[in-house]
């Protein structure tokens, strides 16, 4: 006999033989991913450690310096510059996050509180941005941001900047755009949780003498934590990678990582210095995701090996 | 927040002329209520009658339209849910998922900022009461239903409030477990000597735990009484109803003690003030004849019978076709089909206000 038998789902089987449907269903995700995912990630490892060749192209000799680059040495001594740009993208990546999550939270209580008819209409309206292209939008931040425009004006009046000048390039013109590039990925994950709070905790926490800091904490922050660090994730780890808004409304002055790595595999042709930083930021994400999840086991012990 | 009060006068809690009003639903009406300090209270009635409402109002996660409610010589309504001497054990127990069985517990006294020292003897001295201190390190979800509202009652109880509120905190148990859990709270009632008010719509639940009864009815007061009263004198054809515990015979009286109802003539203790209205007799009240009685006879035929281990109870189909249920002793034995007399002594009727 092949082991016991057992029912799932109505249909009487076997625990080998569900293990073998199991495994049928998900190769397509494996190849998937295999092929798309993790062949040319491995790929990437590898051209890391390769040279650049004279004239651009690939020579397969193996070599820590693209490595020692990333790090900041080249031939003429250190340079901070590689170490400002990973910092640079870091903390836009975290500023990003933190402004997101602010103005996402109250959004998501806002959607929620609304009558269930329009909330599906307001969720349409937060994504409906993100149906244009990423390009598109950030030129329409271009024109908005222009030196003739209202916001532009304002600005001058107030003595913002100087008479006659655009808004961009600036890091706040940055900011803008990542926030409101981002915001979507932030507000939906926290929409779910906020949607699915249970109340008669905040008022758990209320009878049981909580003022109004320790409710927000233990009423609502601890139910939300899922959501939360689902937001965090989605926005974080993208923000990392970003290199078209940081192009457009920063300037040339303003290099992120993601714009390092564009200009290796294009204008400066290195691919396997571009390599080195793209796998850099591979790796980054994962000690950030890691770090989350470290949080969210510290912040949710109820749920550790509830499933 | 200590127990009793410094100045010994004691804390009653005087609820007056409460209106509330969701939206066109006037859910409470002018209500009024006292009860003295130390009391074990029921609030009973069927769902929508308001006793939720009441009990919210009193915790402070609703605000009456009209009215005061006033703790001793305190005014609740002008303090904050969370600045009352006040705490509730909630319907789905409402523990916090994240914290632990002791923290939830702690959680109250945490939040007033009592030092750790002082905080910890009394978490397990609650804990202890409800006999849950070997669940101290296990998350709310790791716990039975029974486990959970025993953490619910000691995180209320560990405040020492002056009255506990009780928000049909049995009705997710099973029949067994909520049992036990009535003796329990009865025990603990007597234990902390603090105002219980308990909301529940279980006639069963009011009278095993309750030194009174309130049963509500559409914003206001049905019936106030001990569980004795209200289980053998309803005053209305509602009480009567909803604690099920008596025959109701439509009757007419024209001003004299007789009112007829549909199977002949019954002699009351006094006249009703109704020309048109609702009699009560309790099933074991009825006594049942061979021969027709002198006063108060009713004809009929045992339609049903059925043991009870400590009692018959037998369906008497009457000559409108109307039942009775009456309970005799285990040791008369009737049979179905049997035609009987059935006397209602005159002193056992319940004229009813309505």
Known sequence: MAGRTLIVDGYLTTRPRLYGRGTLLILGAFLWMGVFLFAPLAGLAVLAFATRGEYGGVEWTFTWGNLVRLAGWDEFGFSWNHVQIVWRSLWLATVTTVLCLLIGFPMAFW???KPARWRGLLLALIMVPSCVNLVIRTYAWQQFLGAQMPAA????HLGLVPEGSALYPTVAAVYLGMVSCMLPFTVLPLYTSVERLDWTLVEAARDLHAGRLRTFRHGILAQ??????????????PSLGMFVISDMLGGAKFLLIGNLIQQQFGSMNDWPFGATAGLFLVL????????LRLVSER?????RGRR | MTHPPADGRPLDLAIRAIDKAFGSVQVLRGLSLDIPDGQFVTLLGPSGCGKTTLLRIIAGFEAPDRGTVTLGAVDLL?????KRPVNTVFQSYALFPHLRCEDNVAFGLRSRRIPEAELRPRVREAMETMRITEFARRYPHELSGGQRQRVALARALVNEPEVLLLDEPMSALDAKLRHEVQGELKRIQRKYQITFILVTHDQDEAIAVSDRILIMQDGGIAQDGTPEQVYERPVSRFVAEFMGSANLLPARCAGTPVAVCGFGELHLPAPATWSEGHLAIRPEDIEVRQAQPAVNGVAGRISERLFRGDHWELLVTLGDSSTLRITTEPDQHHSEGEAVWLELPPDDLLVLRD
Not at chain 1, 299 to 303: D, G, I, K, V
Not at chain 2, 78 to 82: D, K, R, Y
């Open chain 1, 284 to 291: 980054a994400s994962l000690v950030a995701l890691w770090g």
């Open chain 1, 111 to 113: 959607i929620a509180a």
């Open chain 1, 224 to 237: 939300c934590m899922p959501g939360l660090l689902a937001a965090t994730i989605l926005t974080f780890i």
């Open chain 1, 153 to 156: 004006w304002v600005a001058q």
């Open chain 1, 299 to 303: 912040e949710t012990p109820h749920a």
């Open chain 2, 78 to 82: 002008a303090l904050p849910a969370h």
